[in-house]
């Protein structure tokens, strides 16, 4: 079993819960620019991705100096990290795995702090206590992975402007934040000329449904650490096809606002779904939903189960700080979660 969700290679799979992609799949228009980029694949990739930068520049009011493209969030992540070069790394977890992954390609401590279950996986003011003199990163991601919650407000306030006056670099992962309702309005990215200290990480992957393109970003308002960050990737390490299909995607005038108020209602159909069947459901907003089975028979059992049928989700038990019990499943269409969750009660049906 990977780290990660999306194993559908060595695996019998129809249905694939275990990656959180966007479920109105892959724009039209984006289909079109991949199509019509094959032809000019006989060049080299722009290596400044000038035009991608400059449209999402107008898309998000940024100055395209504050903008870094890259093969994914996945090859940010450890680029940030080579580039700082932090003593001691915060992780909050249960949290993303490629955070671990990225702290890997460097040397330092790396402090891992428990969110608690009683808590609902929530951040809290805790965190402040972690974040000491020598604490040089912090890693954050709204909403949390797997867990789907997002942090207050106030409470994210409180944390970036404690670590503005630490000297501490946050990175903050937003990669699921656009499919979560009222998103756009939440994220951190029109904020940073306050928060020199922030790197805003998001990814055309999730937002988009198309993870088998690569293509993430971030935003810095220091030029500087993002021309070190920019050192660290390969030179052309954005294709021609992920590129236009960036700049296509970026063209969408109603995908995104159709798409959110589509997976919120699925989300509320699924979880309720899982409850009905004796899950135990955690709160959250994103375009998937986490939860726990009590009834675990054996750690995998439930995935195991699933598989036999065809349907693949994502088995919890191997993040930091949560064990057997824990799964993760994507919001997909009502017509396939209605699959999901009629394999499910067979499930529970055959061990009752």
Not at 132 to 143: G, V
Not at 257 to 276: C, F
Request: charged share 25%; hydrophobic share 40%; proline share 5%.
């Amino acid at each position: 079993m990977l780290i990660h969700g999306g194993d559908i290679y060595r695996q019998d799979v129809e249905l694939d819960f275990s990656v959180n992609g966007n479920p109105c799949g892959v724009p039209a228009g984006v289909k079109e620019a991949l199509h019509r980029a094959v032809d000019q694949c006989w060049h080299y990739p722009d290596p400044e991705a000038e035009e991608l930068r400059g449209k999402l520049a107008e898309r998000l009011q940024v100055s395209k100096e504050n903008l870094l493209v890259g093969n994914g969030a996945s090859e940010l992540f450890p680029a940030i990290m080579r580039a700082i070069a932090p003593r001691k790394t915060v992780i909050p977890v249960p949290s993303f795995g490629g955070y671990e992954y990225a702290v890997s390609a460097r040397t330092g401590d790396n402090f891992y702090y428990p969110l608690r279950e009683e808590n609902g996986f929530a951040l809290t003011e805790e965190i402040l206590s972690v974040l000491d003199d020598q604490t040089e990163l912090l890693f954050l991601a709204q909403p949390n992975n797997p867990v789907g919650n997002l942090m207050g407000e106030p409470l994210l306030g409180r944390v970036l402007d404690h670590c503005l006056e630490k000297g501490i670099w946050v990175v903050l992962d937003e990669c699921f934040l656009a499919l979560c309702p009222e998103g756009e309005a939440r994220s951190f990215v029109h904020r940073l000329h306050v928060y020199p200290n922030v790197l805003v990480v998001r990814a055309f992957t999730k937002t988009f449904a198309m993870p088998g393109v690569r293509l993430g970003y971030v935003v810095c308002s220091d030029t500087e650490l993002l021309t070190r960050v920019r050192r660290q990737l390969a030179e052309w390490n954005v294709s021609i096809p992920a590129q236009a299909a960036g700049i296509a995607a970026l063209e969408e005038k109603t995908y995104l606002q159709e798409s959110v108020g589509q997976i919120r209602l699925w989300r509320e159909q699924l979880a309720a779904g899982l409850e009905a069947l004796g899950f135990r459901v955690y709160s959250g907003e994103a375009n998937f939903v986490f939860f726990k089975w009590e009834q675990e028979q054996a750690q995998g059992y439930l995935y195991r189960a699933l598989l036999e049928r065809k349907i693949l989700i994502r088995d919890c038990s191997n993040y930091r700080g949560l064990d057997a019990g824990y799964y993760r499943a994507a919001v997909r269409t009502k017509e396939e979660n209605d699959r999901l969750l009629q394999a499910l009660q067979e499930i529970v049906q055959e061990i009752v």
